[in-house]
């Protein structure tokens, strides 16, 4: 029964990540591109939860830990990013009209 499910999840994990490198690599905008590496990173952290809870062990623990760090710090980075553009870009219209 748990090899049944751990190769259910390993399939639903995998046809997600495709899906997430997909959108990286086809994806019109730098937001599509950074939500979808936030969605891959987040794959990435539930499959060495998986790992991590059919071993039983905490090995990954803090690679976990780190790697949720950096997903945050990305997403936030990019986000902050693009409000400043957005923002000279309504500075730069409003000074034109």
Not at 10 to 25: E, N, P, Q, T
Not at 33 to 39: E, G, I, K, Q, Y
Not at 68 to 97: C, W
């Amino acid at each position: 029964m748990m090899q049944t499910v751990l190769a259910v999840t390993a399939v639903i994990l995998s046809l997600a990540a495709a899906g997430a490198i997909i959108r990286i690599s086809r994806g019109p905008s730098l937001l599509d591109r950074v939500l979808a590496s936030d969605v891959l990173l987040a794959i990435l952290g539930a499959a060495l939860c998986i790992d991590m809870a059919v071993n039983r062990h905490l090995n990954n623990l803090m690679l976990l830990v780190a790697l949720s760090v950096v997903g945050f710090i990305g997403s936030v980075t990019v986000a902050r990013y693009v409000a400043d553009r957005r923002e000279q870009a309504n500075e730069s219209r409003g000074q034109r009209g």
